[in-house]
């Protein structure tokens, strides 16, 4: 990439590099799109999509009712109900 490339792409994402920047901005994205290059030059062929580098496995606990079920008599203080669901006032018209 050139010094135009990088003042037409700035003025494209609507941002301003000050002139003096526009040397190091140019230099900086070349490098990076050099690292892509060399990702781009890697065979995959055959190796799987994975999530995570490492084959972590989270480890989940049981899902299991620890607490008693106190809804009838959280509706019981609450203002309004109907047909076991709490009733909120209306917030938008």
Do not use: C, W, Y
């Amino acid at each position: 990439m050139n010094r135009e490339d990088i003042q037409q792409l700035a003025k494209l994402a609507r941002l301003h590099i000050a002139d003096d920047q526009a040397d190091e901005v140019t230099n900086r994205i070349s490098t990076v799109l050099a690292l892509v290059d060399q990702l781009s030059a890697v065979d995959t062929e055959g190796v799987a999509p994975m999530a995570h580098p490492l084959d972590a496995v989270q480890i989940l606990r049981a899902d299991e009712i620890t607490e008693p079920n106190v809804r009838e008599q959280m509706q019981a203080i609450a203002p309004a109900t109907e047909d076991g669901l709490f009733l909120v006032p209306k917030v938008i018209d």
